[in-house]
Structure formats: structure tokens, C-alpha cells
């Protein structure tokens, strides 16, 4: 089967630099109650079998990259960790040091159940970006759940299985032999005809690099807030934390204009959506920054920038940042990224919640804000990924204390409410 231009481009990526573990996804579950590694293992082998993007293989034939899907699906490893002197801390040690292992091609997802108490476990999955995208971890997640529920009570477990991913083969395919493919690029050309150069708030530039990372938690009474925030606007949570981003990295470096990485699904249709595989797609997010706008036409200005995107979301990023390089620009889309993954999580493993962590190695060019959710109960994680040559520890703790500042003072802000009363004092960086 050949690539899609989403997992080319990361595979690509991988070549470069063979043994480089920072394309891979390593999430995982803390799951808090009694789990019986038996059917957490046969719920891990259905779940395999049902999806081909978890047992790709890539290879290179005739200089072309091709991949196939193994056979069988690979096993659940068991970690017991009960007999540690702490049995947690001993876990994120093991996780911590998976993580960074050298790139196995032969093995490019592997999942592992670790045990720290009679009622506590770690299911953790290791995927590589160029097989399996963050959407999808999502979809897996909850239906290794939803399959593990149905095998404790004696069922099989074979409703919801997800859609082949044959399917975004065929959209691909599709995609390309019809209209929207030049659409696309129609669109994406002539929305960046006069050659935009991205700045971030360091107002510096630099490659793609391991960040250092930040962590804040959004418990569900401030998320809820934030929602009522977003309604009172006419626009969604997502949009709303997209605005704030945008608002933030305006502020900061103090410019009249946002170019925003924006990562997309990749997946237009209802059957694409349920398809587990690599389609996501990162475009920019151009939007206008005037500080006098009240929050309302900001967030709504930003909605719709946020819309026409993911219109145009399945134009390929390597494509346009060619052909604007081509036409005399840098090739840059973005220097700043939102990433906002609100997702359905119904993560019950036969009574025992759980909570997703992520422990993949923080990628980014300048600085990278995801706001995920973690938890079925609404509760949001905010991270902050900055670029070691562009901000310092204390620049990057500022600027996450700066994102939480407005966070906070959206909740309590009215449509009407000028920007610069929630983004009052811009952070000044070193390199800026």
C-alpha cells in the first residue's frame, strides 16, 4: 500500500535521523481499580486485529516507500511494579526511559500494562506518528475501554469496531482524482500570495527541536466556566481556547498579525473519522490582532479563520510550504501552535476510571499550547512547549503563567470585553 502524504512526511522525518525516538505518540491510562490482565489482554489483541494502522510496517522497495500490515497482532507486555519501594515513582522511571529508546522499525506500536497496586494500573501505548495520529490514540483508547467492559461480562465485544483504514487510503485517492485537490491549493496560494513570515513571541527563529515542557490542570469547574464564556460569544470551547492562544501570542510579541499552527484530523467524512491511522494534518491559522477588538469579534474572527482551515485541511503541509518557498517565501507556515483535543473520552474499564497522561517527547519550532482533555469528568491539561534556543526556564515559566493569567481572566470576562483587559501585559522575551 503506498503512504499517505501525512505519514510520508513523517516517515521522512524518521529517515533523516533513524533512531531518533521522537516521532512516537507515548500515552498512557492511569487507571484507577481493579483490572484483570487477562481480559485487558484478549480486549489488546481484539483491538489489534480490528485495526490494521496498529500493525503497519514501512519499508522502502525500489526507492519507493511502501507499508503493509502484519499479520498477527503483537502482545500485551505485563510490568508488575508492586514490589518497588515506589511502586508510581518506579513506573514513570520505566515509562520515562521507554520513551526514549531508539526507534525499532519492526516494532512501530507496542502497548504495555503496568501494575503499581492491587488497584492501580498504568496501560500505556507507544505508536509512531507515521502510523497512528493523535486522533486516533483517542479512539483506541476508548475503545480498548469499551472492549475490556464487554469482556468482563461475557460479551464479545465486537460492536463499534472501528472503520478499515482503507478508508483514508481511498479518501486519499479520491481526493486527489477529483476537484478538491486544486481547490485547496487555489485557496491556500492565494490566502498567502504575499509571502507571510511567521513570528512567535521570541520574535526568533530556529529548526525544530526537543522543548522544555510545562504542565497545568484545568479542573472542571473552570472548564465549565470557560464554556460559559465561549456560548455568551457564539462560538465553541475550542474556538474560545484557540482565541486565547492566538490573543496571547499577539500580545506577547506584539504584532498585528497571528500565523498559528493549527493541527487538523485530516478526515472530513463520518467513516474517515472513525478510521484509526496517521491523516492529521498541521495548516495555518492566519488571523488579524488588534488588542482594541472586544473578546467577542476577536473569538468570532478567530472561529471563522478556524473553519475556513479545516475546509481546507487536507491540502498536504509539505506541498504548500514547498510551493511557497518556490514562489519566494521562507517555506515557514507558523512560528506558534494551538493544539485543543477536546475529546469523547468514556474511559471505564468495567467499573475502574481512568485518566490519560502523555510522556511523548515535546517537539516544537517556537513555542506549542495544547490544551487536552484528560479526564471524563471535563478536567483539561494545559501544556506549554518551548524552544530551548528561543526561551530560557524563567522565560518559559513566565509565558505559562502569562497563558493561565488570561485563562483566568476569560472566565469572568463578558462578550464586550476589550482584549487588552485580559492580555495587559505583554511578556518581553530575551530574544525579543
Not at 496501560?123 to 468482563?152: C, I, M
Not at 478538491?180 to 485557496?187: F, V
Not at 482565541?243 to 484530523?265: F, Q
Request: hydrophobic content about 40%; glycine content about 6%.
Amino acid at each position: 500500500m503506498p503512504l499517505l502524504p501525512p505519514q510520508l512526511r513523517t516517515w521522512k522525518a524518521q529517515e533523516r535521523d533513524p533512531t531518533n525516538p521522537v516521532f512516537f505518540i507515548c500515552d498512557y491510562l492511569e487507571i484507577r481499580g481493579p483490572v484483570d490482565p487477562d481480559v485487558m489482554r484478549a480486549a489488546h489483541q481484539q483491538v489489534e486485529r480490528e485495526t490494521e494502522a496498529l500493525r503497519l510496517r514501512i519499508a522502502t522497495e525500489g526507492g519507493e516507500h511502501r507499508q503493509f500490515v502484519r499479520p498477527e497482532p503483537s502482545p500485551l507486555r505485563l510490568l508488575d511494579l508492586c514490589g518497588a519501594l515506589d511502586p508510581a515513582a518506579a513506573a514513570q522511571a520505566w515509562i520515562d526511559a521507554d520513551v526514549r529508546l531508539p526507534v525499532d522499525p519492526g516494532e512501530l506500536c507496542s502497548a504495555t500494562l503496568i501494575r503499581t497496586a492491587p488497584d492501580r494500573f498504568l496501560l500505556y501505548w507507544k505508536v509512531h506518528h507515521a502510523v497512528v495520529d493523535g486522533w486516533s490514540l483517542a479512539l483506541l483508547f476508548n475503545r480498548v475501554a469499551a472492549v475490556y467492559t464487554e469482556l468482563a461480562v461475557g460479551r464479545d465485544g465486537s460492536d463499534g469496531a472501528p472503520a478499515p483504514f482503507s478508508c483514508l487510503l481511498e479518501s486519499e485517492a479520491a481526493y486527489r482524482a477529483g476537484k478538491g485537490l486544486s481547490r485547496d491549493r487555489e485557496h491556500w496560494l492565494g490566502a498567502f500570495a504575499d509571502l507571510p513570515e511567521p513570528v512567535g513571541p521570541s520574535h526568533g527563529r530556529a529548526e525544530v527541536a526537543v522543548g522544555r515542557r510545562r504542565r497545568h490542570q484545568l479542573p472542571p469547574d473552570r472548564v465549565a466556566r470557560l464554556g460559559a464564556t465561549a456560548r455568551s460569544m457564539g462560538v465553541t470551547w475550542s474556538d474560545l481556547a484557540v482565541s486565547a492562544v492566538t490573543a496571547y501570542v499577539g500580545t506577547a510579541a506584539r504584532i498585528p498579525e497571528v500565523l498559528l499552527g493549527l493541527p487538523t484530523a485530516g478526515r472530513l467524512s463520518p467513516q474517515t473519522r472513525r478510521a484509526p491511522g496517521m491523516a492529521m494534518n498541521i495548516l495555518p491559522l492566519r488571523v488579524p490582532f488588534d488588542s482594541g477588538s472586544t473578546l467577542a469579534e476577536h473569538a468570532r474572527r478567530v472561529s471563522r479563520g478556524v473553519r475556513e482551515v479545516l475546509l481546507h485541511s487536507r491540502y498536504p503541509t509539505a506541498e504548500l510550504s514547498r510551493e511557497i518557498a518556490e514562489r519566494g517565501g521562507s517555506g515557514r507556515l507558523w512560528a506558534a501552535m494551538a493544539n485543543v483535543m477536546l475529546f469523547d473520552h468514556r474511559l471505564d474499564f468495567a467499573g475502574a476510571p481512568a485518566t490519560m497522561h502523555t510522556a511523548s517527547i515535546p517537539l516544537t519550532v517556537d513555542m506549542t499550547v495544547y490544551l487536552l482533555q484528560s479526564d471524563a469528568d471535563g478536567t483539561v491539561e494545559v501544556i506549554l512547549d518551548t524552544h530551548p534556543d528561543l526561551y530560557d526556564e524563567q522565560t518559559t515559566d513566565a509565558h505559562l503563567e502569562g497563558l493561565l493569567s488570561l485563562l483566568r481572566a476569560l472566565e469572568a470576562a463578558g462578550p464586550q470585553t476589550p482584549l487588552h483587559e485580559v492580555c495587559r501585559e505583554p511578556l518581553r522575551t530575551p530574544a525579543s
